[in-house]
């Protein structure tokens, strides 16, 4: 194997802490012959796997880390580790780059880490059996080897100067070195400090993380909410704007009402006129007959009190008319209901629901008969007619012991009176106080069972 221009990887590691039995050097000769090639056999343990950036070096005996290495060779990576032949390697070293002195070396595996993993014994690069080679020289040449002796001497000073100098860098390195390895150690500290902050800062980061993803799915759950809450809201906006739409309709219907009620208030008022007119030919009638003066004046009198309870009987009439017709519709609407809940369950009894006795409620027909243009009648038709100067003869109802005038409570009226004193049932025309409707009430539902 050639070697390369690269540096081998070395370290500053002293030797307490190499491990020289995990590759163990054999054939190891006492010395070599300057001038050939050197070849290196060696053994890998079991338990040892060689790297990419592994070399063998020359050392000289004595060296203290991987750097003083003299030359190196990388060695070659075995093909199957399993192998009993990749156990055992071999490298070779050029003449060219060995040592030419006769100093001890010895052979050291490096792993690529700068660390020995095996050394070989001690040998030197001499001739063999130097001791027995007998030289032979002239003067001239005796003289030329004190001389080269000399230069030699001068040369191994200033190398020894020279090696002085180089330890004494060695120990400025040395110190440099120790000193690096501190401030290696404080950076290794402050580092472990750094990262179990940063540990402690993403675990935090974390614990924010699932918190956000926490409020993340509690506000995506209360949006779900607030939109069915809204679709909820929007459904009741909807059924109140029926609502209103119903009850504008039925302000309409009631604005109706009001206003017939006020042509017939308009004919009411007619009528009057007409009987103050009539009143004003009787007044003129009794001055002339002044023998009838005192009765004129008192039936004057009376009419005038009659014609004040005929107004408040009209107002009474008229709120009753709005509560009756408030209470039919009311009624007609629950008629409707218990008829198709009657309807159901006859039909679940397989019964037929027009085969079965029902009596529907008999309408008003009087009273509005004598005058179409008013729906209770004119009241003061009793007036024009009666010509007799007594009192008029009064009746008193057997129920709320309110009186009426005799011309007045007719038939009509006193039907419609009664309808806003009782109940009748619709079914089996039972009549109920109107205080107890609501006995009357659960005595029709009862029909509906």
């Not at 040395?174 to 750094?194: D, F, G, I, P, V």
């Not at 809940?341 to 008999?362: I, K, V, W």
């Amino acid at each position: 194997m050639e070697e390369t221009l690269e540096d081998p990887p070395t370290s500053a590691v002293l030797l307490d802490h190499c491990h020289f039995s995990q590759v163990i050097f054999n054939s190891v000769e006492k010395f070599y012959v300057p001038g050939g090639d050197v070849t290196c056999y060696y053994t890998l343990t079991q338990h040892f796997i060689p790297r990419r950036k592994d070399w063998i070096g020359i050392f000289r005996v004595g060296w203290k880390t991987t750097r003083e290495y003299y030359t190196f060779m990388w060695v070659t990576l075995p093909l199957d580790l399993n192998s009993e032949s990749a156990k055992q390697q071999e490298v070779q070293f050029k003449a060219y780059y060995l040592p030419k002195d006769d100093e001890y070396y010895q052979f050291c595996y490096v792993d690529q880490d700068g660390v020995v993993r095996g050394a070989s014994i001690p040998f030197q690069f001499r001739p063999e059996n130097e001791e027995d080679i007998l030289v032979v020289t002239t003067q001239g040449e005796v003289e030329e080897i004190e001389q080269h002796n000399k230069e030699l001497c001068k040369e191994n000073q200033e190398l020894k100067d020279s090696c002085v100098s180089l330890q004494k860098q060695n120990s400025d390195m040395q110190a440099e070195l120790h000193k690096k390895e501190e401030e290696l150690e404080t950076l290794k500290s402050t580092n472990k400090k750094l990262e179990q902050q940063v540990k402690a800062q993403k675990d935090h980061w974390e614990t924010e993380l699932l918190q956000l993803k926490e409020q993340n799915q509690e506000m995506s759950s209360e949006n779900e909410k607030m939109g069915v809450r809204v679709d909820q809201l929007q459904a009741q906006l909807s059924t109140q704007e029926k609502e209103m739409e119903k009850l504008v309709q039925g302000d309409q219907d009631k604005t109706e009402q009001l206003e017939h009620l006020k042509k017939e208030n308009s004919q009411l008022l007619l009528t009057l006129t007409q009987q103050e007119q009539h009143q004003k030919k009787l007044e003129q009638t009794v001055e002339q007959m002044k023998e009838e003066e005192m009765t004129a004046v008192k039936k004057q009198r009376e009419l005038t009190d009659e014609n004040s309870g005929l107004s408040k009987t009209l107002n009474e009439n008229k709120i009753i008319c709005n509560v009756l017709q408030r209470e039919k519709e009311r009624l007609e609407r629950e008629n409707d209901l218990l008829k198709r809940e009657n309807s159901r369950l006859l039909s679940y009894m397989g019964l037929d629901f027009d085969s079965l006795p029902y009596q529907a409620p008999t309408s008003d027909q009087g009273g509005a008969g004598q005058n179409p243009g008013l729906v209770f009648g004119n009241p003061y038709s009793g007036i024009q007619e009666s010509s007799a100067p007594s009192l008029l003869a009064m009746k008193r109802c057997p129920t709320c012991k309110s009186d009426f005038a005799d011309g007045i409570f007719d038939h009509t009226l006193e039907q419609q009176h009664m309808q806003t004193l009782c109940l009748n049932c619709p079914v089996c025309d039972k009549t109920f106080p109107a205080k107890e409707k609501q006995i009357f009430e659960d005595h029709v539902f009862c029909h509906t069972l």
